[in-house]
C-alpha cells in the first residue's frame, strides 16, 4: 500500500513524459505533417508572407527533417520485414 502510495507520481510523470515524446515525434518526423508544412511554407513565400532567404532556411530544415523521417520509416519497415 505504501509503496504504491510512493510509485503512483513516479508512474505519471512517466506516463506524462512518453506522452509528450510521442507528440514531439509526430510535429518533427511525421511524414505528412512535414509535407504540410513544406506546402504552407511554399504558399506563405508565394503570397510575398516570407522573405526569400527565411523560405530557404525553413524548407532547408524541413526537408532535412524529411530525410531523417523517411530513413526511420525505412528502419522500421527493414525490421517488420526481417521478422
Do not use: C
Request: glycine letters at 2%; aromatic letters at 8%; proline letters at 1%.
Amino acid at each position: 500500500m505504501i509503496h504504491k502510495l510512493f510509485t503512483s507520481p513516479i508512474n505519471l510523470i512517466v506516463k506524462v513524459g512518453e506522452h509528450v515524446k510521442e507528440e514531439v515525434d509526430k510535429e518533427m518526423y511525421d511524414l505528412e505533417h512535414i509535407q504540410k508544412k513544406l506546402i504552407q511554407l511554399q504558399m506563405m513565400y508565394e503570397l510575398e508572407e516570407i522573405s526569400e532567404e527565411t523560405y530557404q532556411s525553413q524548407e532547408e530544415v524541413l526537408l532535412q527533417r524529411y530525410e531523417v523521417a523517411k530513413r526511420m520509416e525505412m528502419e522500421q519497415w527493414e525490421e517488420l520485414t526481417k521478422r
